[in-house]
């Protein structure tokens, strides 16, 4: 099994040869008293942006503290395609669900949408605490997935700023079974060799009319996932996982 994954940030390796650091804090309670790593055995670490070491546990001090013996830093290059997903606000818990999932399966950037059709509002502190909650889904994700470049949960979006996304995209697709002239597979879609690919993932009760032209206007496309209906908890993760495997990326 792959070496358990922690967050140190900032990422720095006492002398160039490696060194003897401190994890402690939320992640050293986690790998002392959850994980129970013991001297000898292999940990990651990671600043979450892509740069990582592999690590030694020396010594498990207390209940929250272990000292790792690393070795020099590497660099994850930054992935390309790179895969957006704007994801329409779930009910309930399915929101966390989704951002799981994806960071699970490797999207790189998860944008909050709230869509003209969401039930759920993110309004004041409320929207604070939820857009928290995601960004704390996808680092606890990130660390069980053994990624040590973790998505990026951006603030919440307007429809008119998603519009802008798509209109830079090298790939701008969204979800939806009736645009006005039909929609195509995502399966047999042309995928670009780099740059951006927008994903559009709408809520429950579909993309209204109007947002649908406006995102066209900003030159997507629709594109259909399958013969089923998804949540829209498990589209985007349905569509992600698609996607980076024809780019390559799984590969």
Sequence with gaps: MTAPVFVLDPLVVPDRSGGEVVLDGPEGRHAVSVKRLRPGEDVI?????GRWTEGVVRAAEGKDRLIVHMTSISEEPEPSPRITVVQALPKGDRGEVAVETMTEVGVDVIVPWQAARCITQWKGDRGLKSLAKWRATAR?????????????????????????????????????????????????ARLPA??????????????????????????????????????????????????????????
């Design 45 to 49: 670490l990671t600043d979450g942006r």
């Design 194 to 251: 780099g740059g951006e690919i927008v994903l559009v993932v709408g809520p429950e009760g579909g993309v209204a009319r109007d947002e649908l032209a406006l995102f066209e206007e900003a030159g997507a496309r629709a594109y259909t996932l399958g013969p089923t209906v998804m949540r829209t908890s498990t589209a985007g993760t349905a569509a992600a996982a698609l996607l980076l495997g024809r780019t390559g990326r799984w590969s």
């Design 140 to 188: 606890e994700a990130g660390k069980q997935s053994r990624r040590v470049r973790f998505p990026e949960i951006a603030d919440a979006a307007t429809t008119k700023q998603v519009a802008a996304l798509l209109a830079e995209a090298d790939l701008a697709a969204v979800l939806h079974s009736d645009f006005e002239h039909g929609s195509d597979p995502l399966a047999g």
